[in-house]
């Protein structure tokens, strides 16, 4: 499962042809946040809501793991048909 049901639930309120590309938005963005903590997609990315998508900074809409409360992540540009987007650790570090 990839989708949290309040983000199918969204999704089946779009119109048809905004669908997919909205499925594709929530799919990358939440691989991209669990890969950025290292524990890649093996946790289930349904327990991260990432729509409804109202800016292109990635909101986590429901209770955040711990082990993810230090990242952030942006949609970005990408061609028709197409999602994108970046994530990264917020983390500092001593030196």
Known sequence: MTLDASEAAWIERLDVTQQIGAFYDAWVAKEALVKTTGVGITRGLQH????????????????????????????????????????????????
């Open 48 to 95: 991260l809501t990432v729509l409804p998508r109202d800016s292109a900074e990635v909101t986590l809409r429901n209770e955040v793991p711990d082990d993810m409360r230090e990242i952030a992540a942006r949609w970005i540009a990408a061609p028709e048909g197409y999602s994108a987007c970046l994530a990264w650790s917020t983390k500092t570090f001593a030196r």
